[in-house]
């Protein structure tokens, strides 16, 4: 099967809508948003595109910001809910079992690339505190290695704070995102390899996040 470079158009065009009527007006308006290094996101071909991870709002933020729809694994239960399914599988997400995340999710983002997606991975798997990487995961090394799609580290300052147990609204601060140069994929799947790229990736991120505001 040959993959697309570009996934589908009707994917694509929903993203704009949802981006310029909602995402940007609020990353730029109520956040506040800088975004640094977009013109390095390659727009078409297979992207693995690894982050930090500190809030529910960095999937539609990274998205955004990278300026071609990203798609991101969900817990399977969502694609059980009549109209969601549709509505998000538009978008991009994927289902992905959550006792075993590791296998499916890779199946699953392999399947993504040769439709022509890029793929969101966050490099360490869940959310930090603090949002930097600490515990970096294989994941988007092996996804990478396995498609040869380069990996390219995004830093998502900030959204951390947007979030607060005393308040049921997010809050209006500051959110600035860095876009890294996009790393080769790794030459093998060997273990060693794919740990070597993975801690570049978490470097880079990291150094990129270090930058603040």
């Known amino acids: 099967m040959t993959a697309r470079d570009r996934e589908p158009l009707t994917s694509l065009l929903l993203y704009h809508l949802f981006k310029w009527s909602v995402v940007s007006p609020v990353l730029h308006g109520y956040f506040r948003g800088r975004i640094f290094g977009a013109e390095q996101v390659p727009q078409t071909g297979p992207l693995v595109v690894a982050s930090n991870h500190a809030s529910y709002f960095d999937p539609p933020l990274l998205s955004n910001c990278v300026r071609r729809p990203v798609a991101f694994m969900a817990k399977e239960e969502l694609f059980r809910v009549p109209v969601l399914k549709q ?18 999710a890779l199946r ?97 991120i990291n150094q990129l996040h270090a930058q603040g505001r």
């Open 87 to 104: 509505a998000i599988t538009l978008y991009g997400a994927y289902p992905v079992k959550r006792q075993a995340a590791d296998r499916s």
């Open 108 to 204: 699953a983002a392999l399947r993504s690339l040769q439709a022509g997606w890029a793929v969101g991975i966050f490099l360490q798997g869940t959310r930090t505190a603090d949002g930097r990487v600490t515990d970096p995961k294989l994941g988007a090394a092996a996804i990478a290695a396995q498609a040869q799609a380069p990996l390219l580290p995004v830093s998502l300052w900030g959204t951390e704070r947007l979030l607060s147990p005393e308040s049921s609204w997010p809050l209006p601060m500051p959110v600035t995102v860095r876009i890294g140069t996009p790393l080769d994929p790794p030459r093998s799947k060997e273990r060693a390899e794919l740990q070597a790229v993975t801690e570049r990736c978490a470097a880079a």
